[in-house]
């Protein structure tokens, strides 16, 4: 019975998780792909960090340069420098170099995330970025003796702060192994397994390809969960799917290397009124 409860209680640590990291990081904050309601944004932008214990703007920040420079050497965490299971500190030492330079001031940093109108976040800025995994640690010790398992407490504390795990399946599997359903410069893949545990994630060769639309999977056979979790925050009014004239220029999200053409100053203008 304790063990149902516990898989119960990590699959829903682990989908809170998801879907900050996909819908409100990657797909909202990073891409634009959707745009948060307002009052959804200036929560995530208080709260998300205690939530996963990640920082959302460094996290965008990272991202963008990923997608800027994918598979090359400036990528923050490819497997082509780092090996597969270099990714896994890789990413660590990458996010924790970006964020702070963003709170060194970094100009190059900070123009790219500049769309991005908040700073870094409190805990980050008060440098005490361990409080968020303390406080879920100490929930997971008052469920573990209040129900007398610690299975129960690991599961909630591994699913709630299991982004380091995600990531690595992301970064690492999917710019490594899959196929591919577009030819391009770096080595991205749609990884099912890896898609399949990570909610579209999975698909970054689709993503890399397409990285304005909120959409990762492209054939019949592809499923992106992560995409349902955007349909559903839409019809309850945190996320709306923008309108093409709306969405962030691609150069504003660390597209330079694949940007099609210059975006107009009005398209810049709507995007940035878009996120207010
Ligand atoms: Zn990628
Ligand atoms: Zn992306």
Redesign the pocket.
């Known amino acids: 019975m304790m063990i149902l409860a516990s898989a119960l209680v990590f699959a829903a640590a682990y989908l809170v998780n998801m879907f900050f990291i996909t819908v409100l990081y990657h797909r909202g904050l990073a891409h634009g792909s959707v745009v948060l309601h307002p009052r959804a944004r200036a929560w995530v932008v208080r709260y998300g960090s205690w939530v996963t214990g990640i920082d959302p703007k460094a996290w965008a920040c990272m991202h963008r340069l ?1 997608h800027e420079h ?1 598979d090359t050497g400036l990528d923050p965490h490819s497997p082509v420098n780092l090996g597969v299971f270099g990714v896994m500190l890789g990413q660590l030492k990458s996010y924790e170099r970006i964020l702070a330079g963003l709170s060194r001031g970094n100009k190059k940093l900070n123009a790219v995330v500049s769309d991005l109108d908040f700073p870094i976040s409190w805990v980050n800025r008060k440098k005490v970025w361990l409080l968020p995994y303390a406080i879920h640690l100490f929930v997971a010790v008052l469920l573990a003796v209040a129900f007398h398992s610690p299975i129960l407490g690991a599961a909630y504390f591994l699913g709630m702060m299991s982004h380091p795990v995600q990531g690595f399946m992301v ?1 690492a599997f ?2 490594r192994y899959g196929y591919r359903n577009h030819e391009s410069a770096d080595q ?1 893949t749609n990884n099912t397994l890896v898609a399949w545990l990570a909610m579209g994630e999975g698909y ?1 060769n689709n ?2 390809a397409h990285p304005e639309s909120a959409k990762f999977s492209e054939r019949w056979f592809e499923v992106d969960a992560g995409y349902g979790l955007c349909v559903a925050a839409s019809k309850i009014g945190m996320v709306r799917f923008p309108k093409p004239g709306q969405r962030l220029p691609r150069e504003e999200c660390g597209f330079a290397s694949v940007t099609t053409g210059p975006a107009s100053a009005s398209s810049t203008a709507n995007a940035r009124a878009s996120f207010r």
């Open positions: 990923h994918s970064n999917a710019h991205s970054q993503h890399h």
